[in-house]
């Protein structure tokens, strides 16, 4: 290791806290585009530069469900507010209806924020959303976020990779646009794919998904932890097995949104878990 630097550079000086990022040469937000953005999972602290910038730069921010009102307040005095959200599990005829409105908004020569909850392509209709856009001839830009599946992880204190336990990851939606098990996954091929599946909307169709791995031969003693409210004051985790979860989520009933994982980083969790009710009382993350 190098030993750190005793003088302070001109540039660190230069203003203090948040204020020094103002001189940096943020990408313009051009009147006419969309910008399809990812707020992260819930804390308001975890969202992207770029997420803040296009907060500060938008004239109008269409919004979903799951995005934290705390972050919307930061949304620029003056721009407008849109809430275009769906319930969860439940099918969704106007996600047309959203990619017309975000074409007409941008066509009237509105810079539009589109922002999501976690990750604009993960499990958040985004892919559709942008092809719309191309489709229509809108010109857009996609930031990532962190999503639910990676960020209530590490919120949880469980690893999504770590050498010993998980070497590879697969993530999976738990329903259909139907709301029902999705049919058209090769559930025998899941059970073995990966040693920890995380899976997103899962909690209603859990127990039929936690079968379906079973007889596709994972152990009914597979650790089963459910993480709801992920990265928010009000977290909640409950743990139960392959076996047990279907009968466990039927009597407890978990708050949602919630995201489940399956596996053995799990086990990491008593010695990791380190977002505790000290640290909970902030709100930002
Ligand atoms: N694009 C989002 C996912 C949208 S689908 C992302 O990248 O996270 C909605 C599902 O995401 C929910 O049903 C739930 O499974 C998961 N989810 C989103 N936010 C969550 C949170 N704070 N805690 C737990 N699960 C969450």
Redesign the pocket.
């Known amino acids: 290791m190098t030993a750190s630097p005793t003088k302070t550079a001109a540039w660190q000086q230069a203003a203090p806290g948040f204020a020094r990022l103002d001189a940096e040469p943020f990408p313009v937000f051009e009147p006419g585009w969309v910008w399809l953005v ?1 707020a992260g ?2 804390a308001p602290g975890l969202m992207s530069l770029l997420c803040y910038h296009a907060m500060q730069t938008c004239d109008v921010a269409v919004y979903d469900a ?1 995005v934290n009102p705390d972050i919307l307040r930061w949304v620029r005095v003056g721009a407008e507010l849109e809430y275009a959200g769906k319930r ?1 599990g439940k099918p969704s005829p106007v996600q047309r209806d959203i990619s017309l409105r975000l074409i007409e908004l941008a066509q009237s020569g509105k810079r539009v924020l589109r922002l ?5 392509f ?3 209709r985004g892919g559709e959303e942008s092809q719309h856009l191309a489709q229509a001839g809108v010109p857009f830009r996609i930031v990532p ?1 962190i ?3 990676v960020g ?1 992880l590490a919120y949880a204190g469980m690893p999504a990779t770590h050498r010993d336990t998980n070497h590879s990851i697969m993530f999976l939606t738990g329903h259909d646009a139907s709301g029902k098990m999705p049919a058209n996954v090769n559930w025998p091929a899941v059970a073995k794919a990966a040693p920890v599946i995380v899976m ?2 899962a909690v209603k169709n859990l127990g039929e998904i936690a079968a379906a791995l079973m007889d596709g031969g994972r152990s009914p003693a597979d650790p089963v932890t459910i ?6 004051p009000h977290q909640r985790i409950m743990r139960t097995t392959l076996g047990a979860a279907g009968a466990d989520v039927a009597a407890n009933e978990p708050p ?4 489940v994982v399956v596996g053995h980083a799990a086990d990491w969790m008593d010695v990791l878990g380190w977002y505790r009710d000290g640290l909970k009382e902030n709100k930002i993350g």
Do not use: E, H, Q, R
Not at 116 to 120: I, M, R
Not at 227 to 232: K, Y
């Open positions: 990812g999972p819930g799951l969860g999501k909850g976690g990750d604009p993960m499990f958040g976020g999503t639910s599946g209530g997103y909307m993480v709801s409210n992920a990265t928010l949602t949104p919630a995201i």
